[in-house]
C-alpha cells in the first residue's frame, strides 16, 4: 500500500501510515493486529469467530485480531487494504483510486 512505512510495535514488526499504527503480528507470529473499524467488529466476529477475535486489552480500539492461518489470502488483502484506508489521507486515497483506474 502506498506511503507505508515499516517498523516493530512491542518487538514484533508492523506497519504504519502517517506515523499511525496499521497493522502488526503478535507476539505468537499467527496473530496479526489490523485497524479495523469498531462499528462493524462485533458483526465481524460474529460472522466468522474462526478468523476474528479481540481481547480486552483491544476492546476500546479500532482493531480486530486475525488468525493468519484460518484467513484466506483475499480477506486478508480486503483488511489491509481497509486498515490503509482508515488512516489515508483524501489525498492519498484518490492518488491511490487514480493508479488503480489507469491502464498499465
Known amino acids: 500500500m502506498p506511503d507505508v512505512e515499516e517498523g516493530l510495535c512491542f518487538g514484533t514488526p508492523a506497519f504504519y501510515l502517517r506515523k499511525k499504527l496499521m497493522l502488526r503480528l503478535r507476539e505468537d507470529g499467527e496473530t496479526l493486529v489490523v485497524k479495523f473499524p469498531l462499528e462493524e467488529r462485533e458483526a465481524t466476529i460474529d460472522r466468522d469467530p474462526d ?16 488468525d493468519l492461518l484460518a484467513v484466506n489470502a483475499e480477506r486478508l488483502g480486503e483488511l489491509i487494504e481497509g486498515a490503509w484506508r ?19
Open 51 to 66: 478468523v476474528f477475535s479481540i481481547t480486552d486489552h483491544y476492546r476500546n480500539h479500532p482493531v480486530v485480531l486475525v
Open 86 to 104: 482508515m488512516l489515508a489521507s483524501g489525498k492519498q486515497i484518490a492518488a491511490f483510486e487514480r493508479s488503480r483506474d489507469s491502464p498499465d
